[in-house]
C-alpha cells in the first residue's frame, strides 16, 4: 500500500524445498520479511524485495550450512516445488511453479500467472536454467509420490483459463514430463477441483497406475463432489463421485494414507 516502509530484510527467506539423492534444494528468492513494517503495525509484514539475490541452494547429503553450494537465478517466486532429482550429467532437476514477482504492490498474492517450470541446477558453474514446460496458469503440482527425489514421467496440475481466474479453473492436466505432451480433465462450467492426490494401485504398478483423488466444488448448488478418477483414463469420465450436499472450504496439501 502507498506509504508503505521499505523492507528490510532479514535472514534469508528461506521458504520451501525439495530433496534428490544427492542433495537438499533450497529456494532463497526475493520475499523478505520486514520488522520496520511489523512495528509500523502492518499486519503483513512480507514483500517483494528486488534487492534480495534469487538463488538457489545445493546443501549435500549430511552436510551443513557452510557447504551449502549457491547458485544464482533470475528473480521469481515459487509456493510449490514438483519434484527434483538428480541427473546423469550432475545436474539437479527441479520442476516448480513460478510467479514473476509475489506481494508486489498487491499483498493478496502473486503478479502475473504460475507457469510449470523446470529448473536445471548446475552446482559446478553454480547457475540455473529455467525452461517453460507449460505457460497456462497452475498451480498444486503432485506426481506419484513414490517417484519422489527420482526421476519420473507423470504431473498433475490444477488449472486456470487466465490469471486473473478467481475462483482457480475447472480444468486438472496430466503432464507427460518426457512426451512434453498434456491431457485434460474438464469438470464444467462452475466446477472447480481442489488438488488432487495420486492414489497407486497395489506395489509393482506403473508411475500413472493409479487413481487421483479431490474435492470438486460446484459454485451453482453451493455442493461438492469427493472424485476418484483413473489416471490411466485421465480425460473420461469419473469412476465414483462422492457427493457431498454442502460446499467444502477450498483447502490443499492432502496425503492418501493406505492404512
Not at 20 to 34: E, K, N, Q
Not at 46 to 55: E, F, L, S
Not at 112 to 126: F, H, N, Q, S
Not at 185 to 196: A, K, L
Amino acid at each position: 500500500a502507498a506509504g508503505d516502509p521499505e523492507p528490510v530484510e532479514h535472514g534469508p527467506s528461506i521458504h520451501d524445498c525439495g530433496f534428490t539423492a544427492r542433495y537438499v534444494v533450497i529456494l532463497d528468492l526475493p520475499v523478505t520479511f520486514s520488522m520496520r513494517s511489523l512495528i509500523g503495525g502492518h499486519r503483513f509484514p512480507y514483500k517483494w524485495n528486488p534487492k534480495h539475490r534469487a538463488r538457489v541452494g545445493l546443501l549435500p547429503r549430511g552436510g551443513d550450512a557452510s557447504a551449502v553450494i549457491w547458485c544464482d537465478v533470475d528473480p521469481a517466486y515459487v509456493f510449490h516445488v514438483a519434484n527434483a532429482f538428480d541427473a546423469p550429467d550432475g545436474t539437479v532437476v527441479v520442476d516448480v511453479v513460478a510467479y514473476e514477482s509475489m506481494f508486489n504492490g498487491n499483498l493478496r498474492g502473486p503478479s502475473g500467472k504460475g507457469a510449470l517450470e523446470r529448473w536445471t541446477i548446475d552446482p559446478v558453474t553454480k547457475s540455473v536454467k529455467r525452461k517453460v514446460v507449460d505457460a497456462q496458469p497452475q498451480e498444486f503440482p503432485r506426481a506419484d509420490e513414490r517417484r519422489l527425489g527420482q526421476p519420473y514421467r507423470y504431473l498433475y496440475t490444477s488449472a486456470s483459463a487466465s490469471a486473473d481466474e478467481v475462483p482457480p479453473g475447472s480444468k486438472l492436466v496430466k503432464h507427460d514430463m518426457e512426451r512434453a505432451t498434456r491431457q485434460v480433465h474438464d469438470f464444467g462450467p462452475g466446477r472447480y477441483p481442489g488438488e488432487f492426490v495420486f492414489v497407486p494401485a497395489p506395489a509393482g504398478s506403473a508411475e500413472d497406475e493409479g487413481w487421483l483423488m479431490g474435492l470438486v466444488v460446484d459454485s451453482e448448488h453451493e455442493t461438492t463432489d469427493l472424485v476418484i478418477l483413473d489416471a490411466r483414463e485421465f480425460e473420461g469420465e469419473p469412476v465414483a463421485a462422492v457427493h457431498l450436499p454442502h460446499r467444502v472450504p477450498p483447502g490443499f496439501h492432502g496425503n492418501w494414507v493406505p492404512n
